[in-house]
């Protein structure tokens, strides 16, 4: 496959080719970022047949960032017409189509083409697709994000539901839900959106508590006509906001979740609690929904609506476990049938997954489930020793919990530009984390993780199967400091 925008700036005149999996977020940063380098000869691969990543595959009603939505926006795309503090999902899709289209990105992009093995081969990677598809090129940036293989339960005789039954990143559309009876599986967030959402459009509501979680208040609110112009007109608007949202969310709540013992996470746990206990007014209810661990040891839910959605007269709390699904709803441990016309599976993702199912190969034959056995690990988040000239966004043990992931992403794509450059200078022509660094960069990780938040007693999808949080474990000031240059003497340059 060939391009006729290619890039020939390298030492020794190669055209340096890249491969983009994924047309997210991440994938769109990419694209953009290269086409400013002046590096043109790219393509982007997505298994769906349109852009947006996480919010083209959740479309459930309720879906919105909870990330503010002018930090969860591109350093370099602005958006002056966010609708509110907190955005939309649709909104939110439609902002990345905007910004793959503006900056030229949408025609670089090969749709329904799901890719399945890459294999280094000879200096270069080779690229199979599912639809027969091939390619080779001199990079791989795997953009291929993390929310998007769903997790299904292991709930007995689930497919004898006569009703509509469906994950919440699958909804479908086709399927009424006004004036039905429907039951709603899992409490993260994306489960207190949906719930949240669905309270007034439905008859019943019966949400299936495995695990209590705490609930933090955060008001929505909607930016007025004044003030988007002023964004729109002042060039500074954005940037002060940015500026401020940035301090508060970093400074306030990213940067201490690596110290269980931090005074602001015990602040972050009281406000939980005084949230809960002003909110329910049913003591029974109230201590029902109350967990057992600490606020912040799993991802924190944000709502400011689901307390009261919990306490209307047609919703219904079910925490005795579910013992198997019926042909006419949900059987719960307690032996109660609670009737239902539709079930939604709000369950989670498989965010072990990353890249996979697609078999990656590296120098040696060296697959990705070899290196990854145990649990998914990468240096600094980006580079696996043997697979050289692969990089990740937003990989294994990047700061992926209630961070702006737009801003992880750039600080990552602007790291591994600066590893890119060693081979476009021509002082190598392969590049990847050594086995020393990688090795210590794990220990290290893993050394400090037992000290986080995710730590002090639950269970959650940022533990691994050891139990061991994989998420960047330290301050987000210190991945920025880390993400300023790479050390190149923990790199192997071939």
């Not at 649709?90 to 093995?117: H, L, M, S």
Request: glycine letters at 8%; proline letters at 5%.
């Amino acid at each position: 496959m060939t391009t006729s925008d290619v890039s020939k700036d390298t030492t020794d005149g190669r055209d340096l080719r890249f491969i983009i999996i994924g047309a997210g977020m991440a994938g769109i940063l990419s694209a953009i970022k290269l086409k400013e380098a002046g590096l043109n000869n790219f393509v982007i691969y997505e298994k769906a047949d349109t852009l947006g990543g996480t919010w083209r595959e959740n479309t459930y009603p309720g879906i919105a960032c909870d990330v503010p939505s002018h930090l969860y926006s591109y350093s370099f795309a602005f958006n002056p017409d966010w609708s509110q503090q907190f955005a939309p999902g649709p909104e939110i899709r439609q902002y990345f189509e905007d910004v793959a289209e503006r900056f030229g990105v949408t025609e670089r992009i090969r749709y329904n083409c799901e890719i399945t093995r890459c294999t280094f081969d000879n200096g270069c990677w080779k690229i199979e697709a599912g639809d027969g598809t091939t390619d080779e090129g001199d990079f791989v940036i795997a953009a291929t994000g993390v929310l998007h293989h769903p997790n299904l339960p292991d709930i007995e005789s689930l497919e004898s539901f006569e009703g509509a039954a469906f994950h919440s990143a699958r909804w479908d559309h086709s399927v009424e839900i006004d004036g039905k009876r429907v039951g709603v599986v899992g409490t993260g967030s994306s489960a207190v959106q949906l719930f949240t959402a669905l309270a007034d459009r439905v008859a019943e509501l019966v949400l299936f508590q495995r695990t209590a979680q705490w609930v933090v208040p955060v008001a929505n609110a909607i930016y007025s006509a004044a003030e988007k112009k002023r964004f729109r007109d002042d060039p500074e608007a954005i940037p002060e906001v940015r500026k401020a949202v940035s301090a508060a969310f970093i400074d306030g709540f990213a940067n201490v979740l690596g110290d269980m013992n931090n005074p602001l996470i015990q602040a972050i746990h009281d406000a939980s609690v005084e949230n809960l206990e002003s909110s329910v007014v049913d003591p029974e209810l109230r201590e029902r929904l109350r967990p057992n661990y600490r606020a912040g040891c799993k991802r924190l839910v944000m709502s400011d609506g689901f307390y009261d959605a919990i306490q209307r007269p047609h919703a219904k709390l079910v925490d005795a476990g579910i013992e198997r699904v019926e042909a006419k709803g949900v059987r719960s441990r307690d032996g109660e049938l609670h009737e239902l016309d539709v079930l939604v599976l709000a369950t989670g993702f498989r965010v072990d997954q990353f890249m996979r199912p697609m078999e990656v190969v590296g120098r040696g034959g060296r697959t990705l489930e070899q290196a990854w056995q145990g649990s998914p690990t990468a240096y600094l988040a980006v580079s696996i020793p043997d697979f050289p000239n692969f990089f990740m966004l937003n990989g294994p043990n990047g700061p992926v919990g209630n961070f702006s992931l737009i801003d992880v992403a750039e600080l990552q794509f602007d790291y591994i530009m600066q590893l890119v450059d060693q081979v476009r200078g021509g002082k190598c022509r392969e590049v990847c984390a050594s086995y020393d660094a990688a090795e210590k960069f794990d220990d290290d990780r893993r050394e400090a993780a037992k000290s986080t938040i995710w730590s002090s007693g639950c269970t959650s999808w940022y533990l691994d199967e050891n139990g061991l949080p994989t998420a960047w474990p330290w301050s987000f000031d210190r991945f920025r400091e880390e993400m300023k240059a790479p050390r190149l003497a923990d790199y192997h340059l071939k």
